[in-house]
Nanobody, 122 residues
Framework: VQLQASGGGLVQPGGSLRLSCVAS????????IGWFRQAPGKEREGVSC????????YYADSVKGRFTISRDNAKNTVYLQMNSLKPEDTAVYYC????????????????WGQGTQVTVSS
C-alpha cells in the first residue's frame, strides 16, 4: 500500500490550497481514508475522514466550514480543499487509511503517506 500526498505549500492567511492523495495497493471504494496533520511540538490530529461504508464525513471543529474532503474513485484519489486558511493550520498534512476504523483518530489508521507541508504566513 502506498499513499502519495501532494499540494502543500506557502499561502497567505485567508488563502486556499488543495491537497491530493493518490492511493495504490488499495481501493478507496472499500477503505476509509483520512487527512491528519501535525504541527511542531503537537500531537498528530485528525482533520477530516471519509467513511467508505456509508459515505459519511468527519471534520475537526477547527476546520468545519473551511475544509472539504472529497474522493475520486476513478483516480483512486482523495482531496482536501482548504479555504480561509489560518496561521494555526500550519502543519505537515498526511493522508492515511485504516484496516478498520470507527473514528478519525490517528491510532486507528495503519497506512500512511509521507506528508506534505502547509505553511500559512504573511
Amino acid at each position: 500500500v502506498q499513499l502519495q500526498a501532494s499540494g502543500g505549500g506557502l499561502v497567505q492567511p485567508g488563502g486556499s490550497l488543495r491537497l491530493s492523495c493518490v492511493a495504490s495497493g488499495l481501493s478507496l471504494r472499500r477503505y476509509d481514508i483520512g487527512w491528519f496533520r501535525q504541527a511542531p511540538g503537537k500531537e498528530r490530529e485528525g482533520v477530516s475522514c471519509f467513511s467508505s461504508s456509508d459515505g459519511s464525513t468527519y471534520y475537526a471543529d477547527s476546520v468545519k466550514g473551511r475544509f472539504t474532503i472529497s474522493r475520486d474513485n476513478a483516480k483512486n484519489t482523495v482531496y482536501l480543499q482548504m479555504n480561509s486558511l489560518k496561521p494555526e493550520d500550519t502543519a505537515v498534512y498526511y493522508c492515511a487509511a485504516p484496516r478498520w476504523a470507527t473514528t478519525c483518530e490517528p491510532f486507528e489508521y495503519d497506512f500512511w503517506g509521507q506528508g506534505t507541508q502547509v505553511t500559512v504566513s504573511s
